[in-house]
């Protein structure tokens, strides 16, 4: 059990025209802002709808990227209701169900971002990997 599904529902991007150039610093965040129910027909088994929004930011004053989507998680009754009820109390969730949650929408909202940097002429949140020749060794002498 775990996560079944995750959707986007708004992609948000702007690059702004007027911004001054030189040394640019992208934050990326991630939170989750809600959590509800989530119905299934299978016995025994219980889900959860995590809302979360992802936030790139391009510094200073360049532009910037919103993700929001919803993550279908599902899991034992027992631990949906330990979820709720901890969410319930403090808006925190057990450690390792929230490490597969922030992880799956970052992943999402990385995958989106960078898609939609190039869209918009912004550079990619995320390093890619770059080719480097290799150097040639020097000849061995006989």
Known sequence: MGIVKINLYKVVAERKLDAKGGQIKINNNVSIKDLEDLEFNIPGSAGIKFTFSFNCKYEPGLGSIEVEGQIFFTETQDKIKEIKKSWD????????????????????????AIKISEEISLPSPLPLPKVKPQSKAPAKQK
């Open 89 to 112: 109390k403090d808006k925190k969730v057990p450690l390792d169900i929230m490490e597969k949650v922030v992880n799956a929408a970052l992943h999402k909202g990385n995958i989106q």
